[in-house]
Structures are given as C-alpha cells and as structure tokens.
C-alpha cells in the first residue's frame, strides 16, 4: 500500500475557445495513464477538445495567511479602472 | 443518506479561532483546503466525504448485477454508462475526501477492513432486472434529494464535487424510471415484477436518509457548520410526497397500507422503516453486506500487480529519459 499512485492536478479545455481550467484530480502512476484517465474521469459528457495534467507535487500555492499583504495594494488603486474616469458624452464611445 | 449517521467530531480549538471560522462559514464563504479549520470539521468531513464516495464505489456492485443480464443492447450500453458514472462520482469524493489529509490508499483501507461505512441501501441484493429500475428511481432519487442542497455546503472541494455529481445524477434517476415504465405498461409478469422491486426497495430507500433528527445526536454541530443542510425527516418527507405521486403513474403500489395524504401538513403520512433492521444492517448483518466488502476486497486484493506494474514500468520510462537527456 506504500506504492500510492501519484496524484495528478486535471485542467481542460471546454469547447469554446477558452484557457484550460481547473476540474479536479486523480491518481495515475504517468503522465499518460493521467491523460487517458482524466478522459474517463472528467469528460464523459463532451466537456472538454483538450487536457492538461500536471503532478500535484509541482504546484506551488499562496497561503491563505497571505491574503493581505498579497492583494491590499490592489484594492487602493481604483484609477485602474476605466469607470474612473469620467468622459463627456460629447466625445462618444470610448 | 450516502452518508448516513455522520459522528460529529469533537473540536478543542481556541474558542476565538472558532468563532472568526463560524463567521466565514455564515457569511457564507467557502472553506477551502489550505484555510484554518477546526479539527473536528476536518475528521467530520473526512468521515462524511469518504462514506459518500464508499458508497458510489460499493453502488456500482448491485447495478453491475445486471450489466451482462440487461434485456437489450440499449438497456446494457445506458447501464453501463450509469456505473461507470457511480465510479467517476466516487473519484471525484475521494480527491475531496484527500485535500482534507487522508490519503487514498488509507481510505481505501478503512473501507476494506470495515472502520468505515457506506450506505446501508447497497446491502440489499437486486434480484430482477425491474431492480434497476427500482434503484434508479429510488435510491437515486433519495440520493439527489440530499445531494442538491449538498451543492451549497461550506467546504469548498466538497460542494465542487456535489455540483459535478449532481449534474449526471438526473440522467440516473430519469433512466431508471423509464425502466419502470417499460415494465409497468408491460406484460402481467413484467408488471408484477416492477410491483415486486418497488415492495422491496421501498423501506430501504427511506432509510438512505438516517434514523429520525429526534433521536440524531450529531446533527447539530454539522448544520451549523454547512455540512449536513437539512434534517433527516425533512428530506424524507420531501421524497415521499415526490415519489407517491410517481408510483401512482406507474399504477404501482406502495408498500404501506397507512399511507395517506394530509391536507393540514400539506404531506403524505406514512410508516417509517423498521430502525432496527438498519442498525442490523449496519451492523454487517444486511443480505449483502458479506459479499459487497469480499467483493471490494478481492478487487483491490486482484489489482495490486496492476498497480504495482504500472508504477514500475512508470519508474523505468523515467529512468530511461533521465538516462537520454
């Protein structure tokens, strides 16, 4: 019971052009057996034109505890918005 | 339900840590796998997830009964693709079970050897084919009832998983209930037959939703952590008035003679299960329980040299790249 296949992070591709994204995991002991069971496992239903997997191992996180000191600085800087400035109606779409 | 009887976990933590935690949770925040958490809402969920995903796992013995028996090309491809569903429903359970600090391999142990249970419905056997009509009206059908509010419970790996079962549930329950069409518009034997499966599976569908909230010691904790959503008599009466009128379609007939409508409470009376037949199920003492966890066993007893000989070969090709570069 030691030999625990690895666990595989599964990212796909929906069918509409859009970035891979995040759908779950499982275990397989390759990369391609981690393909051919994220088939099985996440695309019974048309989800998804493309996969990625990646090891969990090689996923590198931001900890919760560092909320603040990551994303306070961006929530002063209103002025990266465009509904920050206000444009006379004379000038038109902008 | 597919967890049923979920022990709450006692929790010794700093009582302010405990207070901030229950604020997220009621403000309606997900809890996810990196976040503080209680270490009773932990060992609770590890134990609620991995039941429910035992369940899925032990579900598709039952159905897979009848794979190789299934009356038509249609029947057997539609069953297939329902199991292997229940498989996938397990994997997803067990990937949220494991960001909790449990690992696969010791889930699966704790199936095996018994320290962990699953739903008491799978340990009655599926003698005809009108069984898995049955069990897709039924013991699907109470099993969407308490996935469904499932979907808004706190921890976020949990709900993420609930939203993607809940999705392929539908088509479950719906398969299994044009099964009993088919048999209860059909010849005298086949209707019989459909009668049959509803006698049988009736008490121990209603028993999927846990011994009665009066006598449920640890539900308290559980739904004010967003864990449990709702009471056990709650859900079941919600199954009931969603079912009669179902059966009453089919021109089948439940199995309870007190079964009645009440205009006042806007619900159907009826007799609950016998309680101690579940506890005896539960127990190890059900028609199946025996031969599900042989089964479960010898399956994972079986695979081992698979496992094993797809990691080796997965080392090999790694040596050998490492080698090349």
Redesign the interface.
Do not use: K, Q
């Given at each position: 019971?030691k030999?625990?296949?690895p666990?595989w992070e599964v990212f796909i591709r929906g069918q509409h052009g859009m970035s891979h994204r995040h759908v779950?995991?499982?275990?397989a002991?390759?990369e391609e057996?981690a393909i051919k069971n994220a088939r099985?496992?996440y695309t019974?239903?048309n989800e998804g034109v493309s996969i990625w997997v990646v090891a969990a191992r090689h996923i590198a996180?931001s900890?919760?505890s560092e909320k603040g000191p990551l994303y306070e600085p961006s929530e002063s800087k209103v002025y990266r918005h465009p509904t920050f400035f206000d444009i006379p109606d004379e000038v038109g779409a902008m | 339900m597919y967890a049923q009887m979920i022990k709450s976990e006692a929790t010794q933590d700093d009582p302010e840590r405990l207070a901030a935690f229950q604020a997220r949770i009621d403000a309606g925040e997900k809890i996810e796998p990196k976040d503080w958490m209680p270490e009773g809402y932990r060992k609770t969920l590890i134990r609620q997830i991995g039941q429910h995903a035992h369940s899925e796992i032990v579900g598709q013995l039952p159905e897979g009964n009848w794979i190789t028996r299934a009356p038509t090309l249609e029947r057997k491809a539609i069953l297939l693709a329902k199991v292997q569903d229940e498989a996938g429903h397990g994997l997803y359970l067990y990937c949220a079970a494991e960001t909790l600090g449990v690992t696969r391999d010791e889930l699966t142990e704790m199936l095996l050897d018994g320290r962990m249970k699953y739903s008491s419905i799978f340990n009655y056997p599926t003698l005809t084919w009108a069984d898995m009509g049955a069990v897709g009206w039924l013991v699907d059908g109470a099993a969407i009832m308490n996935q469904v509010p499932l979907q808004r419970t706190s921890y976020g790996p949990y709900s993420r998983s609930m939203i993607r079962i809940c999705k392929e549930e539908s088509f479950h329950q719906r398969q299994g209930y044009d099964i009993m069409m088919k048999m209860a518009k059909g010849t005298d034997a086949q209707k019989r037959m459909a009668q049959d499966a509803l006698n049988r599976m009736w008490f121990p569908s209603l028993m999927m939703f846990g011994p009665s909230d009066a006598e449920s010691v640890h539900s308290e904790q559980s739904m004010s952590w967003k864990i449990k959503m709702n009471g056990n008599d709650e859900l079941r009466q919600k199954f009931v008035d969603q079912t009669v009128p179902q059966a009453e379609y089919l021109g089948l007939t439940v199995p309870d003679p007190d079964l009645k409508w009440n205009d006042e409470k806007g619900g159907y009376d009826f007799t609950g299960p016998n309680w101690d037949e579940f506890f005896d199920v539960l127990r190890g003492n059900g028609p199946c329980n025996k031969e599900r966890l042989a089964a479960r066993n010898k399956a994972w007893n079986d695979g081992a040299w698979v496992r094993d000989g797809l990691m080796a070969h997965a080392e090999k090709k790694r040596a050998a790249r490492m080698a090349a570069e």
């Open positions: 019971m030999n625990e296949w666990l779950g995991s499982l275990h002991a390759d057996s099985d496992v019974r239903r996180a900890s919760p | -």
